[in-house]
């Protein structure tokens, strides 16, 4: 399986996900469609799926642009049931294929089985998707960090965290926003003596001074460096993201 990073806005990543060179991809979070498209075209690959994680604009405005580019095909749109957020946001439209916690399905294209997790914390309806060595996580974990809690509790958001933890620790974590610099910097604040931090934070340097992504992580990585990864209860997690917020 072959994962590509696709930017967007000034940090995002669109995901591009193919079982191999040439074969059309699925798409996640699609925010932006102009990039996507170019790099469909580039490539020379057709849209097989789009994937959607939660209902941020920043991971859904492209939906209907992408749709209309293949309007002689059906595109299967896998995201949030609307009834995971209701009655706080409104449903994401193109939705064609609705999810729930602990859903196994099949992607077009790819010859694998992707499970389901409902991690309710940035968002109510947030999903993550899984499947042996990938886990594409929007904006709930991040690169020593996590998303803000927009609507979620510190409870919902520590038991989403603690839930992906127990993934293997070679999976590869996909996450939708370039923050790692700026994570690792709380990460060191929060926790001085993790020497894990220090030497990942000169890495990361290194890697965006040559205009690289620090993405993808390693679950077993975050484990290692992850101030909210780590946390052994919804009381220090909330007390982190407090900190962070006003970092």
């Not at 994962?3 to 079982?19: E, K, L, R, T």
């Not at 520590?158 to 293997?168: F, H, K, M, T």
């Not at 999976?171 to 001085?192: G, I, K, S």
């Not at 000169?202 to 992580?217: D, E, F, N, T």
């Amino acid at each position: 399986m072959l994962v590509s990073a696709i930017p967007a806005f000034n940090d995002n990543y669109i995901w591009a996900i193919q079982a191999r060179v040439g074969a059309a991809a699925v798409i996640v979070d699609p925010g932006d469609a102009e990039p996507v498209l170019a790099w469909l075209a580039e490539q020379q690959v057709a849209l097989a799926a789009i994937l959607i994680t939660h209902h941020h604009w920043d991971h859904t405005d492209g939906i209907a642009a992408l749709l209309e580019a293949y309007p002689r095909q059906p595109i299967p749109v896998f995201g949030p049931d609307p009834a995971m957020a209701a009655p706080l946001t409104t449903p994401i439209a193109c939705i064609t294929d609705p999810l729930h916690d602990g859903q196994l399905f099949r992607l077009p294209e790819l010859d694998n089985q992707w499970q389901v997790f409902a991690t309710p914390g940035h968002t109510l309806d947030h999903l993550c998707f899984y499947t042996p060595g990938y886990l594409f996580c929007g904006d709930t974990l991040f690169s020593a960090g996590c998303g803000r809690m927009f609507e979620g509790t510190a409870e919902q958001f520590q038991q989403s965290l603690q839930s992906l933890a127990e993934l293997p620790a070679s999976t590869n974590v996909y996450c939708a926003h370039e923050y790692t610099e700026a994570n690792l910097r709380f990460a060191r604040a929060a926790e001085p003596e993790n020497q894990a931090v220090l030497m990942h934070q000169r890495w990361v340097k290194h890697q965006r001074q040559q205009g690289l992504s620090s993405l993808p992580s390693q679950l077993g990585k975050e484990l290692e460096i992850n101030p909210f990864l780590r946390a052994q209860s919804a009381a220090e997690f909330a007390r982190l993201r407090r900190w962070k917020d006003n970092f």
